[in-house]
């Protein structure tokens, strides 16, 4: 037993050595390559859906060409305690830009901060925050892109006839945008009314609330859901309520994304507004270069784009790219 | 000084060690979790320039505290046969109490966090009452506790983060005594008083042997009903307390906080050589086992892993230090028997 006891003493010893010889010229490098911009880390609230993996397609596609000494991509997995753990081991490794995608806008606010305070410019992509200095934001032109659905519907419509809205919760960042577009959009056209209820920008609340609102009043010709992914259960609904999707009721997406885009091909959705995700990487990598050079970052809005069958094919969207 | 405590091994221990004093090869031989955390941070430090540098290491202890103050509590739970799943819950309705006691109700901070902390203390009575007295299992009445308080949470809040919180939070995440941030000074206090009141009071001992064997534990006069209540409310208490830390680290109130982690709090208990059959566990382990959790964290974070592989490597590290845990007690019990021949 002696033995035992002394080898695993010997070990901690020269583990202990080890690492301390490792610290020392390893300290050195991080000022490696001066002409260079240094170290820069993309934290993002998740890269579980394919329009964050679109974000981070992006990112890589432009990071490798801009002169970054080292690019790091991160998942917050949906919760703001990771991300902001995230930002602190940045920080402490000593990236000298971050971008990210706030996971809640609120609570990320000490995490932008810790960054201000240690001098570390930092950009929002696809959100903002709450607080805190930010040295620009590339954001989708939410707003837009409910204008754009309510234009598309109202013609489709023929300025008359009511509308179901299915938003993301209230007061989150992207449905209150669009939200906002696409109810002042529609006011232009008095024959349209709209009821809008909050699905939370889930598939399995659009199925019901659909089937709900539309066995209540058979008399809704259109549907308008906030993010792609609630096709799935609105489309399903209307298979429950033995309609017709394009005959019966026009179904109209945002996001557009490659599933959505099927669905505009075989014709069971009428449209969607697509948001370049992978612009929207690319644009921040390209961003935090510039203010890492001494530039002035800037707020940029990524247009919206209507997506119809005229258009599906137009290989410049992104549903239509191969991701990563 | 280690632990000495070891529920059924300090029975046969006593007979043949006295008192021991301060040695390190006995240290190292009954915290094989302190050469799987060298050797893993010497591993880290070859692959990342980072690793080693004062920030960092300061970064993952301040990182570690949270986690770590919640497996104190836990590891009474755990010494005591019980499980406590509810910690993922407390968090939350401690946060959102907190902050919206405040901003939405106008009372004076101190009594909010008095009404959120005593809220956890029910909570963990509520744990304690439904083990004990109803004999409900402690895995499924802590699962009813868990999904409760993150219910109210929800509810109490609107599902939002509320903010902003009042400035006690910023002095609080900011707060630090010569340059040391006071997460780690509240983890490192808890951690001595937890080490003190599990080797030094009636009940500490109580509780080795109520883990260890219950019914012999009641036979030698304890009240093992009171022992057990009480390592829930503790647990309850910590959990509280990492509520308002995560408030702090957050400055939100929010529902979301602390979800999910009870799973992260276990392991950390677990692997910090706490049986999960009871009766053996001390502080060490634990604080070990929290930081080797987020030396995980930061390592991926360093490296830049692709996220989806940090559970993977998680529970890697999960069941290598559970592994060593176990070839360290055949080797104790191998030398505990030698010497009794």
Known sequence: ?324 | MTQTTDGALAVNEAAVTTRRRFDPARLLQDQGLIVVVLIFGLVLSLLSPTFLTPTNLMNLLLQASTLGVMALGMTFVIIGAGIDLSVGGIPAIVSVLAVGLVVRGELPVWFALVVAIGVGIVVGLANGFAITKLGIAPLIATLGTLSITIGLAFAYSGGTSIVPVPDFYNLLRRANMFGIPINIIILAVLAVVTHFVLTRTTFGRSLYAVGGNRQAAEMAGIRTNRVILFTYVISAVAASIAGILFTARLASGSPQTGIGIELTVIAAVVIGGTSLFGGRGNVLGTVLGAVLITMVTNAINLLGVPTAWDRVLLGVVIVIAALLDVFRLRIHERWMSRKAS
């Open chain 1, 1 to 324: 037993m002696k033995h035992t006891a002394k080898l695993l003493t010997l070990g901690a010893v020269a583990a202990l050595t080890l690492a301390g010889c490792a610290a020392g010229p390893a300290d050195g490098d991080s000022n490696e390559g001066s002409g260079d911009l240094g170290d820069v880390a993309f934290l993002y609230h998740t890269l579980e859906f394919e329009f964050m993996v679109g974000i981070q397609a992006g990112t890589e596609e432009c990071s490798a060409e801009l002169p970054f000494s080292k690019t790091t991509i991160l998942s917050a997995q949906a919760n703001s305690n990771t991300q902001v753990t995230q930002f602190q081991d940045q920080l402490a490794a000593g990236a000298k830009g971050i971008v990210f995608s706030p996971n809640v806008s609120a609570e990320l606010v000490p995490a932008v901060e810790a960054a201000n305070d240690a001098g570390v410019p930092v950009i929002t992509v696809d959100s903002l925050v709450a607080d805190g200095e930010l040295a620009g934001s590339v954001t989708f032109d939410n707003v837009g892109g409910g204008a754009v659905a309510a234009d598309f519907i109202a013609e489709a419509l023929k300025d008359e006839g009511k509308v179901l809205e299915l938003t993301g919760p209230q007061g989150a960042f992207h449905a209150e945008l669009r939200h906002q577009g696409f109810i002042d959009q529609i006011g232009t056209f008095p024959g349209v009314t709209v009821e809008t209820r909050d699905a939370h920008f889930s598939a399995d609340e659009a199925l019901s609330i659909t089937v709900d609102v539309l066995t209540d009043d058979p008399d809704y010709q259109a549907i308008f859901v906030h993010t792609d992914g609630m096709l799935r259960g609105v489309l399903s609904a209307l298979e429950q309520l033995g309609l017709t999707p394009g005959e019966d009721v026009i179904v109209v997406g945002l996001d557009g994304t490659p599933e959505a885009l099927d669905l505009v091909r075989d014709g069971s959705v009428a449209a969607t507004v697509s948001a370049d995700p992978i612009a929207m990487g690319c644009e921040a990598a390209q961003m935090m270069a510039k203010v890492l050079e001494g530039g002035e970052g800037s707020d940029v809005l990524v247009p919206a784009t209507l997506v119809t069958t005229e258009n599906v094919d137009d290989a410049e969207l992104w549903g239509n790219k191969p991701l990563g």
